[in-house]
């Protein structure tokens, strides 16, 4: 089965400093990845997703991410960070090609991003 | 749409009661599944399905159960609560009954405290 490591916990960065959050995987087959993302009292929500194609993909409120298969990672970018986006982020990825469980959308333990003003 | 709602918002339990954390699409999403997420461990599948009358297990299973009788409905429940089941709950659909394939849609979540 795959695993998820998203080694930062908690992230604390001042507005307009740059953010880069880690994501790796272990799965040696094709797989789809996710980033989510939940803001204080809100639902999680889809930031972005790479299914196929283009490695760097872009998602909403200026957020992309990178897609390295040789390295197994999909890190997280933001060139810079505002107050508003103090929330908790969350990489998901789905084996492609497994059945059951493992097809599932298995996700990191989070990282919690705070930016201070 | 109301999107994914999920009842209640809060619930405390004790030890050994059973109750039932219900959850709605009104998207016609094929795929529901149930996740709790706690601290430091992210979200872990519970249960999924990928149509009406199908379900299956994810990776924490025990001691809950789910049943799939319609499309807009995937009700969870614990048949008999236990500390270790004190834990932030959240639904989710998506349209592909392929599930992990498919963008999901959050609930609220549901916040139980089991004492």
């Known amino acids: 089965a795959q695993s998820v490591s998203q080694h930062n916990h908690h992230v604390i960065l001042s507005e307009a400093a740059s953010l880069e959050l880690g994501c790796n995987y272990s799965?040696?087959?094709?797989?789809?990845l996710f980033w989510y993302v939940q803001y204080p009292g809100q639902h999680l929500q889809l930031l972005l997703k790479?299914?196929?194609?283009?490695?760097l993909v872009k998602g909403i409120k200026g957020f992309e991410a990178e897609f390295i298969k040789s390295k197994f990672s999909f890190n997280l970018r933001k060139p810079s960070v505002q107050w508003s986006d103090t929330a908790e982020y969350l990489c998901?990825?789905?084996?492609?090609?497994?059945?059951?469980?493992?097809?599932?959308?298995?996700f990191g333990s989070g990282t919690q991003l705070t930016v201070l003003p | 749409n109301a999107g994914v709602t999920q009842t209640p918002k809060f619930q405390v339990l004790k030890t050994g009661q059973s109750m039932t954390l219900q959850c709605a699409q009104d998207?016609?999403?094929?795929?529901m599944s149930w996740y709790r997420q706690d601290p430091g461990m992210g979200l872990r599948l519970i249960h999924y399905?990928?149509?009406?009358?199908?379900?299956d297990q994810g990776e924490v299973p025990n001691g809950y159960n789910v049943s799939r009788s319609t499309t807009e409905d995937f009700p969870l429940r614990l048949l008999s609560a236990a500390p270790s089941q004190t834990s932030v709950y959240f639904c989710?659909?998506?349209?592909?009954?392929?599930?992990?394939?498919?963008?999901?849609?959050f609930g609220p979540g549901t916040r139980l405290t089991v004492l």
């Open positions: 998207m016609n999403h094929e795929y």
């Open positions: 989710a659909s998506s349209y592909s009954g392929l599930g992990g394939t498919d963008t999901q849609y």
């Open positions: 799965y040696g087959g094709t797989v789809n």
């Open positions: 399905s990928v149509g009406a009358g199908i379900t």
């Open positions: 790479y299914f196929s194609g283009d490695p």
């Open positions: 998901a990825v789905n084996a492609v090609g497994s059945s059951g469980s493992a097809r599932q959308l298995t």
